[in-house]
């Protein structure tokens, strides 16, 4: 029989000291995580579904608001109206504003954004704004995360099936499990030796869908913007690009993509005259909507149930989720509207100045006026609808409506 090796009094101090080693490092890797820099607290228990209303209500007033200067639009998903403020991103009950569970991390918030039934919370670190978590917007647990290099700046829009992060110099799309399906733009690595270098162009206006993303660029030695249309491709940072011109179009225009939807765009442009143009995968324009006026430079689109809707800053501009042009609100006597729409129960609600406009969605005719007083805001009111609740975007505020 082989006899056991015996331990010496120096195999149990090498011993000790790998433990040691082992126990320094670990907590050295939690001291500096990320792990330990975020806070989360979970829902009690998940939000219950939202019921689609039945009607749109007789009359409407305040039920409560929070700070929310980190969403440009309101977040309501999963049950929940989700605010971002700080550090921090709350999941709110639409009917108290209580909040029901919270997520933090120890620096500030970029902006919020949702898909699906996610929260989407964006973070910078040393590369940009590209640290990304989602929060199941029912329980406030953490879903999906991903890290990417990005623009110290950005701005999130959805269309609640994909996520468009849009920098001066850089975007990218991701999905609902945060694989990015789409980039374009600045690099912070070498660029592939088999990729051309292509100039640095700064970004004026950019929108997207799960299937395409079109932006406005200014680029080196061109003296006008070009409209630049990307599908994705088998290998997400070299997505099919096509590059329609836009003659006479300077950076400084007020030119801009409204929206997206499927691989058709909406872009305003100034000249000759004041025109929203619908432009196809092939960069062929199909149809144009003149404007009475030049937009506002805060102009905003939201996508809701089956239209988008475009506020100009005193016009509301609806399109089916196609892009195909409806109706256009104008203002009556001295309501003029204060933001694009919502649809409820069927219906179309456009913010007014001393309310809400009711209109048939499909034709647009006006049906009636909820009254709502409002305080002084600077920018849009953005509208959007949380079962039978109306909650809406003040400049840095969500305030709720109920009856």
Not at 122 to 128: A, E, F, L, M, Q
Not at 177 to 203: E, H, Q
Not at 267 to 294: N, W
Not at 389 to 401: F, M, P, S, T, Y
Request: a negative charge; charged letters at 20%; one cysteine or more.
């Amino acid at each position: 029989m082989v006899r056991p090796e015996r331990r010496t009094r120096a195999d149990v101090v090498a011993a000790i000291a790998i433990g040691v080693v082992v126990v320094v490092v670990g907590v050295f890797i939690w001291w500096t995580s990320d792990a330990r820099a975020t806070v989360s607290r979970p829902a009690a228990a998940p939000l219950a579904t939202l019921p689609s209303a039945e009607d749109v209500p007789a009359s409407l007033r305040e039920l409560w608001r929070a700070a929310s200067p980190k969403t440009t639009t309101p977040v309501v998903v999963g049950g929940a109206v989700v605010t971002g403020d700080g550090r921090t991103v709350e999941g709110r009950d639409p009917a108290t504003g209580e909040v029901a569970w919270s997520y933090a991390r120890d620096r500030e918030l970029c902006g919020v954004s949702w898909v699906y039934q996610y929260a989407v919370a964006v973070y910078p670190d040393r590369r940009g704004c590209g640290q990304v978590s989602t929060i199941d917007a029912r329980t406030g647990r953490r879903g999906p995360a991903r890290t990417s290099y990005a623009d110290k700046h950005v701005t999130l829009s959805s269309d609640g099936t994909a996520v468009l992060s849009a920098g001066e110099n850089r975007l990218e799309l991701w999905r609902s499990d945060m694989v990015r399906m789409l980039s374009y733009g600045a690099l912070d690595a070498p660029f592939k030796p088999d990729v051309p270098a292509t100039p640095l162009c700064r970004f004026v206006s950019a929108a997207a869908s799960s299937e395409a993303v079109s932006v406005l660029a200014d680029c080196p030695d061109e003296p006008d913007l070009r409209l630049t249309l990307l599908r994705p491709s088998d290998e997400e940072d070299t997505p099919n690009v096509r590059v329609v011109p836009q003659p006479g179009i300077g950076a400084d225009s007020g030119a801009k993509v409204i929206a997206v939807a499927g691989t058709t765009t909406a872009v305003y442009v100034p000249t000759p005259r004041p025109t929203v143009h619908i432009v196809d995968e092939q960069g062929t324009t199909t149809a144009s909507v003149p404007l009475p006026r030049p937009p506002a430079p805060q102009s905003t689109a939201t996508y809701t149930g089956d239209l988008i809707t475009w506020w100009t800053g005193d016009h509301v501009l609806v399109f089916d989720d196609d892009l195909r042009y409806r109706f256009m609100v104008t203002p009556a006597g001295a309501d003029a509207p204060l933001g694009p729409g919502a649809t409820m129960a069927g219906r179309l609600l456009v913010p007014v100045t001393g309310g809400y406009d009711v209109f048939d969605a499909e034709s647009g005719a006006g049906e009636r006026h909820i009254p709502v007083p409002r305080d002084a805001t600077a920018g849009p009111v953005v509208p959007a609808v949380a079962g039978e609740l109306i909650v809406e975007q003040r400049g840095d505020r969500i305030v709720a409506l109920g009856a």
